[in-house]
């Protein structure tokens, strides 16, 4: 989500690959004065510093040149995506390695933010404010820039109250044992345990009062667009900088077709949690209105500014909650399906069209065993794994041993 840093990727890294005879290859290209043994170095220390890194190493440790790719909204192509086959091979592995360290480049922590929700009219507004504003250049940049449309913002504020509440009073590391348990009353085998906790969570929604400001209540209410950047001060001015674009971008539209506030203290992490709890929100509004969901992650080319337009012949839709990183275009987006929708024939539909319009799905969060990945991640995963033994069936490829189409014990048996 980080603007400047793009996707996870590092040639600096230490693994474990399985070679075709069965035996471990350990792949150390970290870098480190490790004297030929980096487990054993690593785990006598409990933190690196300079003098640790061997000076005649190279490799990339984020994304090459990641920032012209970024700011470049004219490319017909995605910025990333998850079957990109580009980097070593701990990069987007999907399990067919064993990742036991890597090294990324970092940033220092900026001396000064600010937290910015801007609503727009509409979408190709949105468009340009990022353009013209969050990608301003490589040296004037907002570090986030998250987009959500109106559907997101009513369903938040509708099925996701009780829960930014909760991360207020307990916070998110305490808020796992309570997650953890309405999980674990979710899989028990009895009636309605698997909906009651979102059913009480949409039921008692409204007893918890709006967390946001007026204004921002204001906005939700007469805006459809809304994008939420945090601007912060990397380099002298840098701030001031992306307020005076944004003052200007503002000023050159009609009155009221863009406004902005800047989100203090409170305001600000409300604001970001607002676009955080969107993902549960959504279960529990599916829950509550007894209605069923779809979520996927795809990536649009950089130069398309619109929604991808999904079939709804045979399975209407009845409501898309679109959320986005909006700055390299990767999108979330949950979709709400009355109930007799198979939502499983949608899906396949809905990654068709998102394909005919150059798009990418998935973009983040791995194929897993749903999604078939393309032949050449097919191939790069069977390089790196010739037995199968990491993570099989990923990406819809083969689960047995080898690749092969049978179980091995069936081999040479004449069974069919």
């Known amino acids: ?86 980097g070593i091979d701990c990069c987007r592995s999907e399990g067919k390695v064993l990742i036991l360290a890597t090294m990324h480049d970092t940033y220092e922590i900026p001396s000064e933010s600010q937290v910015v929700w801007v609503a727009c009219k509409d979408l190709a507004t949105a468009h340009e404010l990022k353009r013209q504003v969050a990608l301003k250049s490589k040296s004037c940049m907002a570090k986030t820039c998250e987009y959500m449309n109106r559907e997101v913002y009513d369903g938040v504020d509708r099925a996701g109250r009780i829960l930014i509440k909760m991360i207020e009073l307990v916070g998110m590391q305490r808020l796992e044992p309570l997650w953890n348990l309405k999980l674990a009353i979710e ?42 950047m945090e601007f912060a001060e990397y380099s002298e001015g840098e701030v001031k900088e992306l307020r005076r674009s944004l003052d200007k971008f503002v000023s050159a539209h009609p009155e009221g077709h863009v406004q902005y506030r800047v989100c203090q203290g409170w305001e600000a992490s409300r604001a970001n949690l607002w676009r955080f709890v969107v993902a549960p929100a959504f279960r529990t509004f599916c829950v509550g209105r007894g209605m069923q969901g779809l979520s996927i992650d795809y990536a649009l080319p950089k ?24 700055g390299c275009n990767v ?45 050449d991640t097919q191939e790069r995963w069977r390089r790196m794994d010739p037995l199968n033994v990491m993570n099989p069936g990923v990406g819809k490829t083969s689960s047995f041993r080898g690749y092969s189409d049978r179980p091995a014990h069936l081999d040479g048996c004449g069974c069919h």
């Open 1 to 86: 989500t980080q603007i400047r840093k793009g996707p996870a990727y590092t040639e600096r890294a230490l693994f474990l690959r399985v070679r075709a005879d069965g035996s471990l290859e350990v792949v150390n290209t970290l870098g480190l004065k490790d004297g030929g043994d980096p487990v054993k170095f690593l785990d006598g220390r409990e933190q690196l510093s300079p003098a640790d890194l061997d000076a005649k190493a190279a490799g990339n440790c984020s994304w090459p040149s990641y920032s012209s790719v970024v700011l470049d909204c004219e490319q017909p192509k995605v910025s990333r995506y998850n079957a990109d086959t580009t």
């Open 187 to 228: 899989m028990v085998p009895l009636p309605f345990t698997g909906i009651i906790c979102d059913k009480f969570l949409y039921w008692f929604n409204n007893v918890i009062p709006q967390p946001l400001p007026q204004q921002l209540r204001d906005f939700g209410r007469d805006y459809d667009h809304h994008v939420l």
């Open 303 to 326: 130069n398309f500014r619109d929604y991808p337009a999904l079939p709804e012949a045979q399975r209407p839709i009845a409501n898309r909650w679109v959320y986005s990183h909006f």
């Open 331 to 375: 999108y979330h987006e949950d979709i709400v399906y009355a109930p007799g929708i198979d939502v499983h024939a949608a899906h396949l539909d809905v990654k068709h069209s998102i394909e005919a319009t150059g798009g990418k799905l998935p973009a983040e969060h791995g194929h897993g065993t749903e999604y078939k990945a393309p032949q």
